[in-house]
């Protein structure tokens, strides 16, 4: 079983449609955990950490939900701009600050 | 404005070479990364460094080395040994938000093709 799973998708969705990704983790001592966004052929970019409580950014909302180990983000009146693959990002305590990677949720938006 | 350049963009390699991958930061981070990135597998670490004179293995270090002489500077080789270098290869960077946060920043990112 992989450190991170995601559903690869790819979710076809129209303008203007909300859309949820999720993303599970097997180690009970993850304690960082973050969602990266990467363009076709560029660099993934950090598009929100997650924190305990939960935390929104525009359009966006990241969850938590350590008790059944799985991070969740809701992108709500998407845009075509939104297309890209998601990717779920782990760190584990005393690992030296190393990701773990999923291997990513692709997303398209269309018109 | 601060980052990291990643050089060259596209790289073709001739089987039984070694190439180099440069990645420069002037973020001031300790800590550095390289990752190589295949279809349908995500992201895997092949070599990091927290600290100038200090590397450690990732997940995938057969067939590279690193060198990590400057703070600013990390540079990869793929060496003869590895034997499917074809992929693309993203150098990062980071620093400690505070909060429970890491501030990674990736480069750009070269493109090796072993023709």
């Known amino acids: 079983r992989k450190e991170v799973e995601q559903d690869p998708g790819p979710f076809n969705v129209p303008e203007g449609a909300t859309v949820a990704f999720n993303c599970t983790y097997s180690?009970?001592?993850?304690?960082?955990f973050f969602w990266y966004r990467q363009d076709c052929r560029k660099e993934p970019k950090l598009l929100m950490s997650v924190y305990s409580s939960g935390n929104e950014d525009g359009r966006f909302t990241a969850q938590l939900n350590r008790a059944s180990q799985y991070i969740s983000l809701l992108i709500r009146d998407s845009k075509l701009s939104d297309s890209a693959t998601y990717l779920c990002?782990?760190?584990?305590?005393?690992?030296?600050?190393?990701?773990?990677w999923g291997l990513g949720t692709s997303l398209a938006v269309n018109p | 404005d601060g980052g990291i350049t990643q050089s060259p963009k596209y790289l073709f390699r001739k089987e039984g070479q070694n190439v180099t991958l440069s990645c420069e930061q002037n973020l001031n981070h300790d800590a550095m990364y390289w990752y190589r990135q295949d279809p349908g597998q995500g992201l895997r670490l092949i070599y990091y460094s927290q600290i100038v004179n200090d590397f450690q293995k990732g997940d995938i270090a057969e067939g590279y080395s690193v060198s990590r002489e400057k703070k600013e500077s990390f540079p990869l080789t793929v060496t003869s040994a590895q034997k499917n270098p074809t992929a693309f290869y993203l150098c990062?960077?980071?620093?400690?938000?505070?909060?429970?946060?890491?501030?990674?920043?990736f480069g750009s990112g070269t493109r090796l093709t072993v023709v």
């Open positions: 180690n009970s001592a993850s304690q960082s």
């Open positions: 990062a960077s980071n620093t400690d938000l505070g909060q429970g946060g890491y501030g990674y920043t």
């Open positions: 990002v782990v760190i584990n305590a005393g690992n030296n600050r190393k990701l773990i």
